[in-house]
Each structure stands twice: as C-alpha cells, then as structure tokens.
C-alpha cells in the first residue's frame, strides 16, 4: 500500500525560508512521480512543482527560482525548499503521487489528475 506522510508546515515571516517534506513508501515500480500543489481560499489548486524518479524537475512560473524540489538518496523522501517566502504563498500544500513509469513525467504534474495517491496536507502562512 502506498502511503504518503507529510510534515513541515508552519507561519513564516516574509523572506524566509520553509522546508516541507513527504515521506513515501509501497511503490512496487522503480520508477515514480511526484509532485507538490497548493490551494489558498477560493483559488484554483496550483501545481508549484513536479519531480521524476530520475531526477527531472518542473516548477510553476509563481516559485521558479524560489523552490527547489528533491528527493533524498534513499527515494525515500520528498522534499521541497522554499525560500524568499511572500504572503502570496500563502496556502494548504499537499504532496502527490503515482507509481510506475510515466513519459509525461514531469511534464504534467501541474494537473492535479495525473496523480493517484495524497498526502493530508499542511498549512504554510507566511506574514508580512
């Protein structure tokens, strides 16, 4: 069985920096997609970063150059680095994910249907 527990969130300051993680297990393929999304009040869910089994990453044009997401050398655990946090990042983050191999990894994990198993959650608030 798949499972997907995340940690990490918490309230911020306007410039700093938060690191969320997703520990995952139960894949019975090598390969795996992952991914990271988002969703303020009465906004769409927004997929803020993507990441394969080998290592390809995706990112939305919100949190280029701000996030970086990764994975551990085990491909036991899902990370993703915020940092120059702003009150617009503001939001439930979830991590996602699929098993087995896709070649529209990661090119589609800004849809939040491409994905099958979630995690619950966590909220960041970041203040000004």
């Known amino acids: 069985e798949v499972q997907l527990v995340e940690s990490g969130g918490g309230s911020v300051q306007a410039g700093g920096s938060l690191r969320l993680s997703c520990t995952f297990s139960?894949?019975?393929?090598?390969?795996?997609?992952m991914g990271w999304f988002r969703q303020a009040p009465g906004k769409e869910r927004e997929g803020v970063a993507g990441i394969s089994s080998d290592g390809a990453t995706r990112y939305s044009d919100s949190v280029k150059g701000r996030f970086t997401v990764s994975t551990d050398n085990a491909k036991t655990t899902l990370y993703l680095q915020m940092d120059s946090l702003e009150p617009e990042d503001s939001a439930m983050y979830y991590c996602a994910a699929r098993d087995g191999f896709s070649s529209f990894c990661p090119r589609r994990t800004d849809e939040a249907s491409f994905f099958v198993f979630w995690g619950q959650g966590t909220q960041v608030t970041v203040s000004s």
């Open positions: 139960g894949f019975i393929y090598s390969a795996f997609c």
